[in-house]
């Protein structure tokens, strides 16, 4: 069974400081790996999509990277700010079946 | 595009009522995922569609839970009996043509459900 773990559960960072999430996988048998935003009480917005093949995606200040093999992925936000402040989940798809960690609770500190 | 279409907001009922939630996937997404979601469990998947037939309901937690997609821009998940532990959010999400799983999955805002 899939499972998919985020540390740290929570990220307090300075205003302008570059950071990285860090998501890790049990099953490398996957077809893409999506990093996801989640503001409160609001439902989820897909940030990047790497497909397996694919070794990173970019989108403006964020960029994921994908490894595979040893079953880790992070989500690089350069030059924060206070509105990158919400929760990032990842998630592992295999046979369309999403499987989500627990998500990092990020804070940007003005 | 207005997104995918959650209603309601908001649902607080009492223990053994019906509540149905309901979902308007994007126009032209031939997929549709049901998850809950809560602090102890994270998200959870309980049951997807593809063009409108389910593929795989092995998340739907009881009987209790069942869900029905009649069209490709309409979808339900009713839960009878509801009960306290039911109390969670609810979010549906569609996806488009999906190659092997290529096609990123766009949410709803979700139905926070209370069950008293």
């Known amino acids: 069974k899939q499972e998919v773990t985020q540390i740290p559960a929570a990220l307090s960072v300075p205003e302008g400081e570059n950071l990285v999430l860090n998501c890790s996988f049990t099953?490398?048998?996957?077809?893409?790996l999506q990093w996801f935003r989640q503001d409160p009480g609001k439902g989820l917005t897909s940030l990047l999509l790497?497909?397996?093949?694919?070794r990173e995606q970019t989108s403006g200040r964020l960029n994921a990277s994908l490894d595979k093999s040893s079953g880790r992925s992070t989500l690089y936000i350069a030059a924060s700010q206070p509105g990158d402040s919400a929760t990032y989940l990842c998630?592992?798809?295999?046979?369309?079946?999403?499987?989500f960690g627990t998500g990092t609770r990020l804070t940007i500190i003005p | 595009d207005a997104g995918v279409i959650q209603s309601p907001r908001h649902e607080v009922t009492e223990m053994g009522q019906e509540v149905t939630l309901r979902c308007k996937p994007i126009?032209?997404?031939?997929?549709l995922f049901w998850y809950r979601q809560t602090m102890m469990r994270g998200l959870e998947l309980l049951i997807y569609?593809?063009?409108?037939?389910?593929?795989?309901d092995s998340g739907m937690p009881e009987d209790r839970f069942s869900a029905k997609m009649p069209n490709a821009s309409f979808s339900t998940l009713k839960i009878q009996p509801s009960e306290p532990r039911d109390s969670a959010v609810y979010f549906c999400?569609?996806?488009?043509?999906?190659?092997?799983?290529?096609?990123?999955?766009?949410f709803g805002n979700g139905t926070r459900l209370t069950v008293t």
């Open positions: 999400a569609s996806s488009g043509v999906v190659n092997r799983g290529n096609s990123p999955l766009h």
């Open positions: 099953d490398s048998a996957i077809y893409n």
């Open positions: 790497i497909q397996s093949s694919q």
């Open positions: 998630a592992v798809t295999r046979n369309e079946k999403l499987t």
């Open positions: 126009s032209g997404h031939n997929s």
């Open positions: 569609f593809n063009n409108n037939v389910p593929i795989d």
